[in-house]
């Protein structure tokens, strides 16, 4: 009677919800520390990247771990229960990579893009190629001045007098190949052609004023990906969660309820 009794209360259990989170270049996981407290009723896990050594190790960790979260004895969705994957900036463009393998049921991306590098004519959608070598080469140099530069790029200038910067983690948490690595990710990675193959609910979240992943990235991702809704916020840059992660929050719960 117990044996069986324990099988029924695990048939009744709903499907747990997992949250795959992926930072942005040069950030620890830690930045998503108040948005997992606010999401309970999701299990959280996170990619270290503070030691890759190459692209192609950065690759194989996100894989690797969304792989594992996908692959368990029951071979439906519903048994397995359900896989979001939370990504920001490089995240982002890592988290698109593994939807168009098949490797989630649902996206979150905070100031995400499709292809980072752009050419001259689609400089409103990112940064030149060039711009980012220089960067490569300036780390060998002088790693803090690259990742203070860079910095600067994230806030508008009322997150600024607002101290949002405070609220980041201290520079020089992931080491210098890493560093590299990640740019060397940002270099050659597209998913743009890709997108309309990408059939999983996609949440985007996007400040309209982001100087490194510029706004029309996202508009270039809602007109190409099947199931897409975007929530643009107004007077803000790069990091479009924080400060706000209430309200986000609010937002993914419901989105995904109606999914």
Same mark, same amino acid.
């Given at each position: ?42 299990? $959280? ?107 600067? $790029? ?51 979240? $996007? ?30 840059? $790069? ?21």
């Amino acid at each position: 009677m117990i044996a069986s009794d324990s099988n029924q209360v695990k048939i009744q259990q709903k499907p747990s919800r997992t949250i795959l989170w992926l930072s942005g270049w040069s950030m620890p996981d830690t930045v998503f520390d108040r948005l997992r407290e606010l999401l309970p009723d999701f299990h $959280h896990i996170s990619v270290d990247y503070s030691d890759a050594d190459s692209p192609e190790t950065m690759l194989l960790l996100t894989e690797t771990a969304a792989q594992n979260l996908m692959i368990t004895e029951c071979k439906t969705r519903a048994d397995r229960g359900q896989l979001l994957i939370g990504g920001w900036s490089l995240g982002g463009l890592l988290a698109l990579r593994l939807a168009a393998k098949r490797l989630a049921d649902g996206l979150v991306l905070f100031a995400a893009t499709a292809r980072f590098t752009r050419s001259v004519e689609e400089r409103d959608r990112g940064w030149a190629d060039a711009y980012v070598r220089q960067m490569m080469k300036g780390l060998m140099k002088d790693r803090q001045g690259v990742e203070t530069k860079f910095r600067q $790029h994230m806030f508008t200038e009322a997150e600024w007098e607002a101290g949002l910067g405070k609220r980041f983690p201290l520079i020089g948490s992931w080491t210098t190949p890493a560093l590299i690595a990640g740019l060397q990710i940002l270099r050659s990675e597209e998913v743009l052609s890709g997108l309309p193959e990408i059939e999983c609910p996609v949440l985007l979240v $996007h400040g309209r004023e982001d100087k490194i992943c510029p706004f029309n990235a996202a508009a270039e991702l809602v007109a190409q990906l099947p199931q897409a809704e975007l929530l643009s916020i107004a007077d803000c840059g $790069h990091a479009s969660f924080l400060g706000r992660e209430d309200e986000i929050a609010e937002e993914l719960r419901r989105w995904w309820d109606e999914q």
